[in-house]
């Protein structure tokens, strides 16, 4: 099982990216996925977090600038990121819980760099 990311790059303050996150391998079933963060010198932190339901659970920092969605049909989760500021810099890893194999486990991706700078 692999989480491959996608999108990122480098943005002026104010301007929008989308992240999108694709679960491939032998995946029988996610719970939540979603999305943390890494900024240098700093402690990975979570993001926001999306059940399998479409409940999500966002960081106070980033609400009502990001929004994240899930195709359950295609395991692919994404991360829209409006009014980009300097401090949303980051690395960015998706994560998710999969059932694989016959039990479940936890998964990363590979991590996609975020810069917002004039």
């Known amino acids: 099982v692999q989480l491959q990311a996608s999108g990122g790059g480098l943005v002026q303050p104010g301007g929008s990216l989308r992240l999108s996150c694709a679960a491939a391998?032998?995946?029988?079933?996610?719970?939540?996925m979603g999305w943390y963060r890494q900024a240098p010198g700093k402690e990975r932190e979570l993001v926001v977090m999306?059940?399998?339901?479409?409940?999500?659970d966002y960081a106070d920092s980033v609400k009502g600038r990001f929004t994240i969605s899930r195709d359950n049909s295609k395991n692919v989760v994404s991360l829209q990121m409006n009014s980009l500021k300097a401090e949303d810099t980051a690395t960015y890893y998706c994560?998710?819980?999969?059932?694989?194999?016959?039990?479940?486990?936890?998964?990363w991706g590979q991590g996609t760099q975020v810069t917002v700078s004039s």
């Open positions: 994560n998710a819980e999969i059932y694989t194999d016959y039990h479940w486990a936890d998964y």
């Open positions: 391998g032998n995946v029988f079933n996610i719970k939540d």
């Open positions: 999306i059940s399998q339901g479409g409940i999500a």
